[in-house]
T-cell receptor
Framework: DADVTQTPRNRITKTGKRIMLECSQT?????MYWYRQDPGLGLQLIYY???????NKGEISDGYSVSRQAQAKFSLSLESAIPNQTALYFC?????????????FGPGTRLTVL | QQQVKQSPQSLIVQKGGISIINCAYE??????FPWYQQFPGKGPALLIA?????SEKKEGRFTISFNKSAKQFSLHIMDSQPGDSATYFC??????????????FGKGTKLSVIP
């Protein structure tokens, strides 16, 4: 199932280039997240959005920006890519409400900055 | 500052054995403790989660043990199978107020189950 999709799946770019990673979801969730995964470091939260008009910085937002174009779309931009932004990037979504609301992850985008 | 410490970094277990992954935390504001499973080339997926007022939760071969006083929790995989080979992440949820939450992840444990 492709409830959370990410494009592109792989991207190689050069230092200084601007790039955008896109995330779309068909789950109808109002909350969306961007994470970065580096080997041996787990997942670190970059930005999150609880609705279209709500954008919040996570642990490692420097060098990144986001746009919530619609409830179903959340994009991550690197204005001027640098080599230490080479990583695996995941988008996730969740419902709001009581209890533990599972985060559903997309398949990831592997980004390489040369 | 790492708020959730996970060990070991990697684990090799024979088929049929018990896999144990441990996590420790300091922040007493955490209010939910999920475990995520990630296969190569895939995003993480929720495996099992526990609230801090419960000492144990079992789902099939997977059990979370939670020790609130020690601020530790662990994942036990009974009768481990080669299909369980994956990376496992523990996590902890922080309430941010107004119904908002944030997950903090451990660094992950790569489990290999050998036949």
């Amino acid at each position: 199932d492709a409830d959370v999709t990410q494009t592109p799946r792989n991207r190689i770019t050069k230092t200084g280039k601007r790039i955008m990673l896109e995330c779309s979801q068909t789950k109808g969730h109002d909350r969306m997240y961007w994470y970065r995964q580096d080997p041996g470091l787990g997942l670190q939260l970059i930005y999150y959005s609880f609705d279209v008009k709500d954008i919040n910085k996570g642990e490692i937002s420097d060098g990144y920006s986001v746009s919530r174009q619609a409830q179903a779309k959340f994009s991550l931009s690197l204005e001027s890519a640098i080599p230490n932004q080479t990583a695996l990037y995941f988008c996730a979504t969740s419902e709001s409400g009581q209890g533990y609301n599972e985060q559903f992850f997309g398949p990831g985008t592997r980004l390489t900055v040369l | 500052q790492q708020q959730v410490k996970q060990s070991p970094q990697s684990l090799i277990v024979q088929k049929g054995g018990i896999s144990i992954i441990n996590c420790a935390y300091e922040n007493t504001a955490f209010d939910y403790f999920p475990w995520y499973q990630q296969f190569p080339g895939k995003g993480p997926a929720l495996l099992i989660a526990i609230r801090p007022d419960v000492s144990e939760k079992k789902e099939g071969r997977f059990t979370i043990s939670f020790n609130k006083s020690a601020k530790q929790f662990s994942l036990h995989i009974m009768d481990s199978q080669p299909g369980d080979s994956a990376t496992y992440f523990c996590a902890a949820r922080t309430p941010l107020g107004a119904g908002s939450y944030q997950l903090t992840f451990g660094k992950g444990t790569k489990l290999s189950v050998i036949p």
